[in-house]
Structure formats: structure tokens, C-alpha cells
Nanobody, 125 residues
Framework: VQLQASGGGLVQAGGSLRLSCAASGLTFSNLGMGWRRQAPGKEREFVAAISWSDDSTYYADSVKGRFTISRDNAKNTVYLQMNSLKPEDTAVYYC???????????????????WGRGTLVTVSS
């Protein structure tokens, strides 16, 4: 089981980045997928998730309207398009997966079955 996240980097405030997470060793189409992030000195927090069944999405209020999560089952990959980035979006972003999970369920603490390694996003002011 492997979740490989990529796409992080340094960007100026107002800029955009797209994160990707490729899954292997799992039946991707049965997975709810999501992203969480952890800023220095803070707890890991929910960012966005997409349901396994109907591609419905769920977002944290702090990113709603700026971030978009999507998935490509043919490529076993989930994406997080991040626009209008702010310095407070700076964090390590982690890909998360849970079998047969809705987006809302994945927003709950302890809902994640599988974690990927993080990718660092740094937004400069």
C-alpha cells in the first residue's frame, strides 16, 4: 500500500499549486480520498476530501472556494488544485485514504486508514 504525494513547492501569495497523490496496492475506486495538512507547531487538520462512490466533495471552511479536489480513477490519482494561496496555507500536505468513505466522513478525526508521505507547500507573503 503506497500513497505518493507530489507537487509541493514555494509559491508567492495569490499563486497556485496542484498537488497529486498516486495510489498503488489499493483498489482505488473503492477509496475515499482526501488531504490533510500540518503547519509548524500545529495539529494536523482536514483540508478536503472526495467520496469513493459519487465524487462528492467536502472542504474545510478555510479553503472553500480556493481549493478543488478531484480524482482520476483510471490513473489511481487524486488531485488538489490550490488557488489564491495565502501564507497561512503553508504546511506539509498529506494524502489520506479510507475504504468506502464519503468526503464528510474523511473530515472526521481518525477516519483515515492510509497515509502518504507529506509534500511541503510554502507560501511567501
Amino acid at each position: 500500500v503506497q500513497l505518493q504525494a507530489s507537487g509541493g513547492g514555494l509559491v508567492q501569495a495569490g499563486g497556485s499549486l496542484r498537488l497529486s497523490c498516486a495510489a498503488s496496492g489499493l483498489t482505488f475506486s473503492n477509496l475515499g480520498m482526501g488531504w490533510r495538512r500540518q503547519a509548524p507547531g500545529k495539529e494536523r487538520e482536514f483540508v478536503a476530501a472526495i467520496s469513493w462512490s459519487d465524487d462528492s466533495t467536502y472542504y474545510a471552511d478555510s479553503v472553500k472556494g480556493r481549493f478543488t479536489i478531484s480524482r482520476d480513477n483510471a490513473k489511481n490519482t487524486v488531485y488538489l488544485q490550490m488557488n489564491s494561496l495565502k501564507p497561512e496555507d503553508t504546511a506539509v500536505y498529506y494524502c489520506a485514504a479510507s475504504y468506502w468513505a464519503t468526503g464528510r466522513y474523511m473530515s472526521m478525526s481518525g477516519a483515515t486508514n492510509y497515509w502518504g508521505r507529506g509534500t511541503l507547500v510554502t507560501v511567501s507573503s
